[in-house]
């Protein structure tokens, strides 16, 4: 199993976004370098992750809006953004729906205030979830 929070630390150390306007000019940029990508991130909703996919790979990225993180998807050529997120703590995943991570939810709360987990563990389980997971826990 992967630990998440120790991933979210080393994000969180690179640098927190000042506002939206600076992580909706990084999606914008994005865009603009691979065309093929499409986004799914609900502005208006406040949602804490932006998701890229493309019709050959389905997700390929997802971005977090808050912590410089990104998980990329291994199989997808990302040259044309790498330069983007330069900045980012980058975690190549070989997928979104492999549960292969855990996390503590307390120190979660504690140390990294700036991802809400506002799942149950009903829902997620905690010491065993996929970035899909991650995804809906925090969105």
Same mark, same amino acid.
């Given at each position: 199993?992967?630990?998440?929070?120790?991933?979210?630390r080393?994000?969180?150390?690179?640098?927190?976004?000042?506002?939206?306007?600076?992580?909706?000019?990084?999606?914008?940029?994005?865009?603009? &370098?691979?065309?093929?990508?499409?986004?799914?991130?609900?502005?208006?909703?406040?949602?804490e992750?932006? %998701?890229? *996919? =493309?019709?050959? @790979?389905?997700? !390929? +990225?997802? /971005? =977090? #809006?808050?912590? %410089?993180? &990104?998980?990329? %998807? #291994?199989?997808?050529?990302?040259?044309?953004?790498q330069?983007?997120? +330069?900045?980012?703590?980058?975690?190549?995943?070989?997928?979104?729906? *492999? @549960?292969?991570?855990?996390?503590?939810?307390?120190?979660?709360?504690?140390?990294?205030?700036?991802?809400?987990?506002?799942?149950?563990?009903? &829902?997620? =389980? /905690? =010491?065993?979830? #996929?970035?899909?997971?991650?995804?809906? &826990?925090? !969105?």
């Open positions: 199993m992967r630990d998440m929070l120790e991933v979210l080393r994000a969180k150390h690179k640098k927190v976004f000042a506002d939206q306007k600076e992580f909706k000019e990084t999606l914008a940029q994005i865009q603009e &370098a691979d065309k093929t990508l499409k986004i799914d991130w609900d502005d208006g909703a406040g949602e992750w932006a %998701r890229f *996919s =493309n019709q050959t @790979d389905g997700t !390929v +990225c997802m /971005i =977090n #809006s808050k912590i %410089r993180l &990104a998980f990329v %998807r #291994s199989k997808y050529r990302f040259q044309n953004i330069y983007l997120l +330069c900045d980012y703590e980058v975690v190549l995943t070989e997928d979104f729906c *492999s @549960d292969e991570w855990t996390i503590d939810v307390d120190k979660l709360k504690q140390e990294i205030p700036e991802i809400y987990w506002h799942t149950s563990e009903d &829902a997620v =389980n /905690i =010491n065993h979830f #996929s970035l899909d997971d991650l995804y809906f &826990a925090t !969105v």
